[in-house]
């Protein structure tokens, strides 16, 4: 149910102890339904800010990972093509020497491709080998650099600059660069004006039964243009961006269709906030009953001690041989049982507020303990301690963890009244300190465990029901946990967790 921090005012309450308003009650017909307030839409804001926030990142992460795949493609790409290449590249290897090195030595004695005869064999042999690849073109230079092959007739006997490609080639190693030409950002979206693969393999003198032995004698320069597929590559990136952005735009318009039914449905929502305004109203009264109930508890304290007092007072007067004095000791323990159920209810409508010091939990349950030593003599109940080394200090009220331990402890030894082992351990884990208090009673039924923390709920015959309550409100009030269960063996065991942090929520112990 939602909580509303508006005050209702009743006519028939007095306004004790609180500042008059200069502000003017404004009176609504009856039915009558307000607008939404700014806090109540806050979320749907909230809802649409972050999911607008999320597409987004979304479709830059879309984007990133299509540039990713892209670059992936074209690794791929760049990879085939060397192995294409390099396939070129021996088989031309095999072809120039069995085809027209082998029968020109033969005819002509050496190898002279200024001669137009030669020239032409050479010419007919590699593009007959290279028919039906894609080859833009192919350079053969001899051991020198010097050109003595090109499809570029131009570039025919020029000597070239000696790269590190050539010198790889020259030591019968292959290797391949990539040239793309183009302004930067359109090299860096990866659509350049055109696109090549330059592929250097050294030319062998291939010898019988060893196809890549002999020595070199020239360099093998294969030029592949790859544009079309870098073009392929950049369009289907396009796809993946234009799909990814039709799929934004579709989650932004069905993400503005909730929020506009959540509006009109805020607004129903308006006459359920009445309803509900009403029950906070009776709420509110219930509560200020609860405070007049705490009130009177708190007057009644005095007389009872009075009477009390009295009583005890009278016995000693009368005597141990007076008849009436076991009577004295029925209103004694009378009163005192009435006190401890008067205390209970206070602390539980008027907690006190917590005052929070720098203490070890390990101190505060060596106190309780020696508190109870001598209960613990006397129902012959042993102590089993395990609390670990270098336990840190943490902020927390040590009344408060006191009063806590030792409702927990009482109700270890209630649960085993014959006597037994109580176990008290203490860890530490770097962000909160544990507690846990098991016993070897009968343990819990399945209905005690859903009904434990409920106010006035109690399985004793002479329990208030609201120690754990009291103990649950303390927990809360140091942002700590408590819990219940059976032990696997026998008995119950109580969990408290204590956060390793000050008030400021900064850990004491970094």
Not at 82 to 96: D, K, R, V
Not at 340 to 348: H, V
Request: glycine share 6%.
């Amino acid at each position: 149910m939602p909580v509303y921090e508006e005050e209702i005012a009743f006519p028939h309450k007095k306004n004790m102890g609180r500042k008059k308003s200069n502000k003017k009650a404004v009176s609504k017909p009856p039915g009558s339904i307000t607008s939404p307030s700014p806090d109540a839409m806050r979320p749907f804001r909230l809802v649409k800010n972050f999911t607008a926030i999320s597409l987004v990142v979304i479709f830059v992460g879309t984007i990133f990972l299509s540039v990713i795949i892209t670059h992936r493609a074209r690794a791929v790409l760049l990879k085939k093509s060397e192995a294409y290449s390099l396939l070129l590249a021996n088989n031309l290897n095999h072809q120039i020497f069995l085809q027209f090195l082998i029968p020109t030595v033969l005819q002509y004695g050496k190898i002279r491709l200024r001669e137009k005869a030669q020239f032409e064999r050479m010419d007919k042999v590699i593009k007959g080998t290279l028919r039906g690849f894609n080859v833009d073109n192919v350079i053969i230079y001899d051991i020198n650099n010097v050109v003595s092959y090109s499809f570029d007739k131009n570039k025919i006997g020029k000597s070239m600059v000696a790269g590190i490609e050539f010198t790889q080639a020259m030591k019968g190693k292959f290797s391949s660069k990539l040239l793309q030409n183009g302004n930067f950002f359109a090299i860096m979206l990866g659509i350049p004006s055109s696109s090549r693969l330059i592929t250097f393999a050294p030319l062998f003198a291939e010898e019988p039964d060893a196809k890549f032995s002999g020595r070199v004698l020239g360099v093998i320069e294969i030029t592949q243009d790859l544009s079309g597929e870098t073009t392929t590559i950049f369009k289907f990136q396009l796809l993946i961006v234009a799909t990814s952005a039709s799929v934004m735009l579709l989650l932004f318009l069905v993400l503005r269709f909730n929020v506009k039914s959540g509006e009109e449905i805020l607004i129903k929502r308006a006459e359920e906030r009445l309803r509900l305004e009403e029950q906070l109203g009776h709420a509110k009264r219930l509560a200020s009953m609860g405070e007049m109930a705490a009130g009177v508890s708190h007057e009644i304290r005095n007389p009872l001690g009075i009477i009390r007092s009295s009583a005890q007072l009278l016995k000693k007067k009368l005597g141990s041989q007076d008849s009436s004095g076991h009577l004295l000791d029925v209103v004694v323990e009378e009163s005192s049982r009435l006190n401890d159920i008067i205390t209970d209810f206070l602390e539980f409508a008027r907690p006190r507020k917590a005052k929070f010091e720098s203490c070890r939990i390990d101190e505060v349950l060596e106190k309780s303990l020696a508190f109870l030593s001598t209960r613990l003599e006397e129902g012959q109940y042993s102590v089993i301690k395990h609390f670990q080394d270098n336990l840190p200090s943490i902020m927390l009220d040590p009344v408060q963890i006191h009063q806590c331990l030792l409702n927990i402890l009482l109700n270890a030894m209630q649960a085993m009244p014959e006597g037994g082992a109580i176990t008290v351990e203490c860890i530490y884990d770097q962000e909160k300190v544990s507690i846990s208090i098991a016993d070897e009673g009968p343990g819990l039924n399945e209905d005690a465990l859903k009904k434990i923390w409920d106010p006035f709920f109690t399985t004793k015959e002479k329990g208030t029901g609201l120690g754990l309550s009291v103990v649950r409100n303390i927990m809360e009030a140091h942002n700590g946990r408590i819990r219940i269960e059976n032990r696997d063996e026998k008995g119950a065991v109580v969990w408290i967790e204590l956060p390793v942090e000050d008030k400021n929520g900064n850990n004491i112990n970094s």
